[in-house]
């Protein structure tokens, strides 16, 4: 800012003069334009198409499990592997000890389970499943108040993997290490199944409209140790 | 070489002597900027800070250039709010003196943050009964009005100047420009105040506790109201030190003493608000919390009485009567003195806000804590003065800051 | 002793602990440290960057021999409830990192929120907040005995005492395996309560009459760590020496502690 | 923030002070953009020809 | 058309806008920011099964019971094991670190052979085999050469099944030379053989739960003393019950703290003031009349060896123990000892108390005997609330051990200390010997579960003896001193890894033994020390292996716990509920079939131990320990180092505690460094003023001062024991030294 009252004149004077002799002719205004809208429109593909190519490695798992075909061969839906412990801590994905249970020798013909077999069984190795849905340390995550005590199926938050007969790809935030499940695919946010990410708003989003006990002095929603350790 | 971006109408030093100014101060800045990254990739670990000292010498740094930075805004509100058109001649150094003291802040609270990349989580996820988080919205938007009002100072520049854009822009700017002081103002009056407020909303602290008003402690008005006493003495005195150095006279007398005679009724009547609220916390606040005015001015090596009288008496109550008389405000020898004491005088609030609160203790059990800051925390303070040099010296080198420059200094 | 602040009905957790019977033998730290994650240095004798969430002060009465008498004060968080939950640290977070639950009476804080300012850490008088000062290292093959119902926390973030929240959290889990809606006082207790070889530390629902901490609270001897800030604690002493009681709180020289409140 | 942050509450606290926020950042929004667009239609009268 | 500066200007107005509206500069923004929330060098836990185990903890004699939770196979805590009957649920700071140990990057993870100096820590890894090999060897040769006795055994384990066997494991080979590592405990046992008549293999029992007023001469009853944990429990119901606990001591310990009354005397005059007490309850009848008349002898009189009749305890108190001559030793008031005395004999059920700190030390056996006849008087002897001779709990006898001529001449050999057997090892009298090669040189030496380079006083002439020895062999499962000046490492299993009994924790009332279980597989190449031991065995075959025939320790373990082994594998530990008690009238096995006050061979008196250290040491200096520091074979992990105050350990250096009048005297102020020098040796300290400590007493901690382990120890504070020197008890032989004379200077 400055003392503009006695600085109109003389500068509009300079103004005019530095216009009058370096005035861009109609063409060069055209291409001050153009180089505008070039830079705009490169710069938004790259955003909206490139940058998110780039963000996330693509994984293939190391075994493609087929959960449809698991699924009609066991009693009790998901819970059959991925179960509640009776201290109500959650299994996860089964370890080799369950799978064995079955799989001591190749069952039937499908390559993935005799590379399994091979690979894993044989050797005594844990497979190195890559979780979809594995969430960063610093939640707490209960599966047991969730489906034992707001009896919350399992599509409402993971969808119909269950139901799918390969494993997609695995795609994971080279910064943030996140799996792109929780992430949400769409980058903007939108999101057409309750499944479809699994961020905090997410969360809050359904504990909200659980109208559970809100304790939090600051945020008057649930407390953070909810959901927080 | 640079003739061409030079103002009209003024001498400049030769660039090899522009460019060995540039240098020192560069090499200082460098030294920071080494230690500011060191604390960024190894850790506040670098530091001498603990978890007695929470907030230290860069916290302290913040609030002293915030409020030293202070002469940015009250100018600007005398100026344009209040009409005192004669400020338009020192305005505009204000204006850079707050560019640089808000910037540096910023910088400052960016390194002492122990995870800066989640900074804007204090925007994004902000807390509004926080103190902290109203000094950083308040202190980011200032710091945005400041580069508005830096902005149309940097377009006259004759370089700049001529794309006729630009022209045009800083030519915008100046109509509103105020609007944007206006806000500025606004948002001032806030963070200043907020500032204060960090310090007497602990109510855990009673050393730093303030009783107050509504949601305000004491100290936010007390904040508020030294930063628009103290920071035009800090406009005025890098004034006078820019002058001493270019051995020129810059700002006319008249406008000098418009504003320390201003700032020193400023200082006046804070410094009885002070000692009010001094009065007030010993007698009463204090008390009731279980503590004597004694308790927190010793058992200690450091923090004695003489603290309080340096920032009352001399910090306060002498600059405060020099600059009310017109003798005194007349002298340039006793007007420069009294600048000299108000910065040490609000340097020294500040540090009495920040450190001291730390170095008491609360528990019956626990002891005072003293501290010294590291070489990195030193070297980190000082890069916003080294920064300040710079950012000085090339905007008085290319830039019309002091309009009277060329009426005092006529080349021949 | 001022009357303490109530949130309804719901629950309030807090301690009491028994100053006449605590030895200050440190189990509780170590407990506390090897519960919830506390990284270690090679040299933590500089008390002011060591991170002790549950830290034993030793107190003297000030008197040479032979009549010194010294008491041992473990200072956990002391989950103040200020006003309406509004204690000294939870207000001043600028990114609500730190909140006050007013269903546990517990004041939370989440690593990953915070961003180091340690504003919380200039407000709380009891210094029951640390600062990561340093990334944690564990020697090779150590971070094996990492507790993972607890966050490891990061380098440049604030950290304190949660009441071993991730045992609330799974004494939930066992209730909701059970059908219980609710959990019994011995289902949840903290890692210092139940490491204290003096029994010195009882843990409970300040609100509810059934726990024990609820009639120890009431006792004459109870008192409670500047309780003239107006923080409002959910820790309790017990002390029967009135040197210890006068200790816990700041007074001026013609005041008692009987005389307060 | 905003009212689609999780920390959001329509409270008077915030409706006040993040109020008074928007307020300000509005003013400088509209200030500038007010500048901008005017400077571009002014250096484009000058390419034109109309002087101001 | 040309591409001038304005349209490049303008090509960077449109990127800027074009990102601006574009997720990359804010998502950028979000994912670092969850980058710093995720760092990947900073440790996520693995997720798993939790589950608990249930073991007991041998880091100290306390023998708790723990509950390890483990997730997966991780262990994550340890716990006290609720309900058992030691520690009752709580547990102390050293057995909360265990998984420091445990995972400690500083194990010794394989058998280990010295390739360079000894001591400069240069090894190769071997293998078991060669380990195993290279011992038996040596052994083998030796024994042929008629050389057994000239090997010798340390350890530190309690009286358990792994010392049986190694002790088996000597004998069998031909060396009379086992050494176990003494304590207070030796001291009470033959202060119950002395006086009670008590088997030397009897425990003591001290029933502290019934007591209701409890004179402690000094003993750290809340710093480490006995069973730790239960003594802490103990001391909390005592709080219930009121029983008052009088702490006897020079220096404002926590069990001076927390006592009823804290009563500060000269040290070393314990002893004195226990008979002047003595005194006051025989002058003022406040003796349990009925109990001395009945069932004790030596009371009145001695009938010494030729049949004269001699001054008993009685006249021998009454002559020289009056308040007034007590009151002038002890620096107490006269008046203050009538009173305690009085106080004591109004209890229901009084109690006395010997043994210094953690009671690290025997002590003097005349004090003990002095203590010990207040008990007497009071008739607080195998009674509620009293002290008992427990009987050792039985085991299984083993097969004997089949007779062999090596065998049988080495072990008649003299023991290198002189002790009449390796029930009262005088392990202080060991490195004098070796040094002077008398009776006959050392060749070899097997230590187990012990570090007497750290932990025996007179450091300096230790190390020296040690560098006589040709052969070290080591069984430690960490580089500790000892270790690291051997020739051989064959390490152990930690305790988590093992199985082993337990054997009854010091001063319990009941007796019990727990089961040490192997929680963990063994995270290293290491093996159970009494495997190594009977693999040695079958390296040397012939008559040793036949000793110990078993297959493995298990094998050995299970046939000496015969039928407890069921109850001590499902609850972790046996309890002999149904206990027939010693009562307290016709159970002494003493010569008179009486409890003995005195008797031709002693009368408890008070003969001060001399404490090393001529006029120019002006400073009387005591050890003292604390909950926060291990000070025996294991050192302290790095969380109960963590939680040492700095008034205990400021960096690297050990502060030393002072009386702020004495400091001032010498112009000394807090954390100043001084020199602190005794007869035995010196080092630089920092001063520390303490007004809870006697003016001319100063106090260092034992447990500092490590030149081994890990770097979280090491190099930490003042080895107490470089200090000091053992001095020989003239009854015992057991080292009886409680302090030395010191001086301080400015460094």
């Known amino acids: 800012m400055s003392n503009s009252d006695d600085r109109t004149q003389t500068v509009s004077g300079k103004a005019a003069e530095a216009s009058s002799t370096n005035k861009p002719d109609g063409s060069s205004r055209g291409i001050i334009v153009l180089c505008f809208c070039i830079g705009l429109v490169v710069s938004l593909v790259f955003g909206w198409v490139v940058f998110p190519r780039l963000l996330y490695s693509r994984k293939q798992q190391p075994i493609d499990f087929n959960h449809s075909l698991h699924a009609g061969l066991v009693s009790n839906g998901c819970e059959s592997c991925h179960f509640l412990r009776d201290d109500g801590t959650y299994s996860g994905t089964p370890k080799l000890a369950q799978c064995i249970d079955c799989h001591q020798d190749v069952q039937g013909n499908s390559p993935e389970e005799a590379k399994f077999v091979e690979q894993y069984v044989k050797k005594g190795i844990e497979v190195p499943w890559l979780v979809y849905a594995r969430q960063p340390d610093c939640v707490f995550f209960s599966h047991a108040a969730h489906v034992k005590a707001a009896k919350m199926d399992c599509v409402t938050c993971h969808g119909n993997i269950g139901d799918s007969e390969h494993l997609k790809v695995y795609e994971q935030n080279r910064i943030s290490g996140y799996s792109r499940d929780v992430e949400g695919a769409s980058l903007i946010g939108f999101k057409k199944h309750t499944w479809d990410r699994m961020k905090m708003d997410d969360c809050s989003e359904c504990h909200q409209k659980q109208k559970a006990v809100m304790g939090s002095v600051q945020t008057q929603k649930e407390g953070c140790f909810v959901c927080h350790k | 070489m640079d003739s061409a971006f030079i103002p009209n109408g003024v001498r400049r030093c030769a660039p090899g002597k522009f460019l060995v100014v540039l240098a020192v101060a560069g090499a200082v800045l460098l030294w920071g900027v080494y230690a500011m990254l060191l604390c960024w990739f190894k850790g506040l670990n670098q530091t001498n800070m603990n978890n007695n000292y929470g907030f230290a010498l860069w916290i302290w740094a913040d609030l002293a250039v915030i409020a030293l930075g202070g002469g940015a805004f009250f100018t600007g509100f005398l100026r344009y709010i209040i009409g005192k058109d004669e400020l338009k001649n020192i305005v505009n150094y204000a204006v850079l003196i707050g560019f640089i003291c808000y910037s540096s802040a910023l910088l400052i609270l960016a390194i002492d943050i122990g995870q800066p990349l989640r900074g804007w989580f204090i925007f994004w996820h902000a807390n509004v009964h926080s103190m902290l988080t ?279 | 002793m001022k009357a303490e602040e109530n949130h309804g009905n719901t629950k309030k957790f807090g301690m009491v602990i028994d100053l006449d019977v605590c030895t ?110 340093y990334d944690p290292v564990w020697p090779d093959g150590m971070e094996q005995y990492l507790n993972p119902d607890v966050s490891v926390r990061m380098r440049g973030v604030v950290e304190k005492c949660s009441f071993c929240i991730q045992r609330y959290q799974a004494a939930k889990d066992r209730a909701f395996m059970e059908g219980k809606t609710d959990i019994e006082e011995s289902d949840y207790q903290t890692a210092c309560t139940q490491a204290c070889p003096a029994g010195a530390i009882t843990f409970g629902d300040l609100n509810n009459p059934a726990h024990a901490v609820y009639k120890l609270k009431k006792q004459p001897n109870a008192f409670r760590l500047l309780e003239r800030l107006g923080t409002n604690p959910k820790i309790y002493y017990l002390s029967s020496r009135e040197w210890v009681r006068r200790a816990g709180d700041n007074y001026l020289k013609n005041e008692g502690p009987a005389k307060i409140g | 923030m905003f009212p689609f942050n999780f920390e959001w509450i329509w409270d008077m606290p915030h409706m006040v002070f993040m109020g008074g926020l928007w307020y300000a950042l509005g003013i400088l929004g509209v200030g500038m953009t007010y500048c901008i667009i005017k400077a571009a239609v002014n250096a484009g009268n000058h390419a034109t020809g109309n002087h101001d | 058309m040309k591409i001038d500066r304005r349209s490049f200007l303008s090509l960077g107005i449109g990127v800027a806008a074009g990102t601006a509206f574009s997720p990359l500069p804010w ?109 038996a060897g040596k052994l083998k040769e030796l024994r042929t050469g008629g050389q057994a006795h000239t090997v010798a055994g340390i350890t530190g384990g309690g009286p358990n099944t792994l010392s049986r066997l190694f002790k088996r494991f000597l004998a069998a080979y031909g060396s009379p030379n086992f050494f176990n590592t003494p304590s207070i405990d030796n001291s009470y046992r033959l202060a119950l053989q002395m006086m009670n008549g008590a088997t030397p293999d009897a425990t003591v029992g001290l029933d502290l739960e019934n007591t209701d007023f409890i004179l402690s001469f000094g003993c750290g009853l809340l710093d480490g003393w006995g069973s730790p944990v239960h003594m802490f429990k103990t001391n909390t119901a005592w709080r219930k019950t009121q029983a008052r606990v009088i702490q006897i001591e020079p220096r404002l310990s926590r069990t001076a703290a927390k006592a009823y009354q804290w009563i500060p005397i000269t040290p070393g005059s314990e002893g004195a003031l226990a008979l002047g007490i003595a005194n006051v309850l025989i002058t003022e009848s406040l003796y349990r009349k009925d109990f001395v008349d009945n069932y004790t002898s030596g009371f009145e009189g001695v009938v010494n060896a030729s049949g004269e009749l001699q001054k008993g305890f009685k006249q021998h108190v009454l002559d020289n123990f009056s308040p007034k001559a007590v009151s002038e030793i002890t620096g107490l008031d006269p008046a203050a000892i009538t009173l305690l005395a009085r106080e004591f004999a109004k209890a229901k059920a009084p109690i006395a108390l010997f043994g210094r700190g953690q009671g690290k030390l025997p002590g003097s056996m005349d004090e003990a005997l002095s203590i010990h006849a207040l008990n007497m008087l009071m008739g607080a002897i195998n009674q509620k609330g009293g002290i008992y001779a427990l009987p050792t709990p039985d085991c299984q006898a083993w097969p004997a051990v089949p007779p062999d001529a090596v065998a049988d001449s080495g072990v008649k050999e003299p023991r290198l200390d002189g002790a009449p057997s390796d029930v009262y090892s005088r392990l202080n009298q060991l490195p004098p010997a070796v040094l002077s090669g008398k009776p006959y040189p050392l060749n070899v030496l097997l230590v187990m579960e012990a570090n007497p380079l750290y932990t025996m006083s007179n450091s300096k002439s230790v190390q020296e003896a040690f ?281």
């Open chain 3, 24 to 133: 200050g033998c440190g189990s509780c730290m170590v407990a506390c440290m090897a519960e919830n994650n506390v990284p270690f240095r090679k040299d933590e004798s500089d008390k002011l960057k060591s991170i002790t969430w549950m830290r034993v002060y030793k107190l003297s009465n000030g008197k040479p021999y032979p009549e010194t008498d010294i008491c041992y004060l473990p200072r956990p968080c002391q989950h103040c409830e200020g006003h309406d939950g509004h204690s000294p640290c939870v207000s001043v977070c600028p990114a609500t990192a730190t909140d006050y639950d007013m269903q546990t009476g517990i004041v939370s804080q989440i690593y990953t929120r915070c961003f180091g300012c340690r504003y919380c850490m200039a407000a709380c008088p009891y210094h029951a907040r640390y600062f990561n000062w």
């Open chain 5, 27 to 135: 998502k950028l923004m979000d994912d670092v920011s969850i980058w710093t929330q995720n760092w990947p060098w900073t440790p996520v836990p693995a997720k798993g099964e939790s589950t608990y185990v249930n073991s007991v903890c041998t880091l100290c004699p306390g023998s708790c019971g723990i509950s390890v939770r483990k997730v997966d196979d991780r262990g994550v805590k340890i716990e006290g094991m609720k309900g058992h009957p030691v520690n009752q649920g709580g547990i102390c700071a050293l057995g909360l670190a265990g998984l420091q140990l445990l995972y400690s990057p500083d194990r010794i993870k394989t058998p280990l052979k010295r390739s360079g100096k000894r001591g400069e820590g240069k090894w190769v890894s071997i293998s078991w085999d060669q380990a195993i090999s290279e011992v």
């Open chain 2, 134 to 412: 109203e000094v950083a919205f308040c202190l980011s938007c200032y710091f945005g009005v400041l580069t508005i009002e830096y902005i149309p100072l940097i377009l006259e520049n004759r370089g700049i100047d001529r794309v006729p854009f630009l022209h045009h822009l800083g030519h915008n700017m100046h109509d509103i420009m105020a609007v944007f002081a206006a806000t500025g103002a606004f948002l001032s009056f806030f963070h200043q105040g907020s500032l204060g407020g960090v310090a007497g909303v602990l109510f855990g602290r009673p050393f730093s506790f303030r009783e107050g008003f509504f949601i305000w402690p004491w100290t936010f008005f007390l904040f508020t109201w030294s930063a628009a006493a103290y920071g035009p003495c800090f406009t005025l005195l890098i004034t006078r030190i820019t002058e001493a150095v270019t051995g020129k006279k810059l700002v006319k007398d008249n406008v000098v003493e418009l504003l320390a005679k201003i700032s020193g009724w400023m200082m006046a009547t804070y410094i009885i608000a002070k000692i009010v609220d001094t009065l007030y916390w010993a007698n009463v606040t204090a008390p009731s919390k279980g503590f004597t005015l004694m308790d927190f001015y010793s058992h200690n090596a450091f923090y004695g009485v003489w603290i309080l009288i340096l920032e009352i008496v001399i910090g306060g109550i002498i600059p405060a009567a020099i600059l009310i008389t017109d003798k005194g405000r007349k002298s340039p020898a006793a007007r420069t003195t009294a600048f000299v004491l108000a910065v040490i005088g609000v340097c020294v609030n500040r540090w009495v806000m920040v450190l001291q609160v730390m170095a008491a203790p609360v528990m019956t059990f626990d002891k005072w804590a003293l501290y010294y800051p590291s070489w990195q925390e030193v070297a980190t303070t000082i890069l916003p003065v080294a920064y300040g040099v710079i950012l000085i010296a090339i905007s008085y080198r290319y830039l019309p800051i002091f309009p009277q420059e060329p009426e005092l200094n006529p080349i021949d």
């Open chain 5, 467 to 747: 560098n006589k020895i040709p052969l070290v062999v080591s069984f430690s499962s960490f580089m500790d001193e000892t270790a690291q000046n051997s020739d051989l490492i064959l390490p152990n299993h930690i305790y988590l890894e093992r199985q082993e009994d337990a054997p009854l924790p010091a001063g319990f009332s009941k007796p019990v033994i727990s089961l040490s279980k192997a929680v963990f597989k063994p995270l290293h190449n290491t093996r159970h020390a009494g495997d190594t031991l009977i693999l040695l065995a079958k390296g040397l075959g012939g008559s040793v292996a036949e000793a110990l025939p078993w297959k493995d320790f298990e094998a050995c373990l299970k046939q000496a716990m015969g039928d407890k082994m069921e109850s001590l594998q499902k609850t972790g530990y046996w309890i002999n509920t149904g206990a027939v008690f010693p009562d307290g009238k016709t159970t002494f096995t003493t010569p008179s079939g009486k409890f003995e006050f005195a008797s031709s061979a002693f009368c408890p008196g008070f003969t001060p131990v001399k404490i090393e250290g001529d006029a120019s040491y002006p400073l009387l200096m005591i050890p003292y320990d604390t909950m926060r520091l291990a000070s025996g074979y294991t050192a302290n992990p790095p969380f109960d180092t963590k939680i040492l105050e700095e008034t205990i350990l400021l960096h690297q250096d050990g502060l030393i505690e002072i009386n702020p009048k004495t400091a001032q005297s010498m112009g000394l102020s807090e954390n100043d460094r001084v020199l602190l020098q005794t007869p035995r040796g010196q080092a630089n300290v920092l001063i520390h003023l303490e007004e809870g400590i006697m003016p001319g007493v100063i106090a260092l901690p034992r447990g500092l001062g490590h030149t081994a382990y890990d770097a979280y120890i090491a190099g930490k504070g003042v080895n107490l024991n470089g200090l000091t020197g053992p001095i020989a008890d003239p009854l015992s032989g057991l080292d009886a030294a409680w302090g030395i004379k010191a001086k301080l200077s400015k460094a």
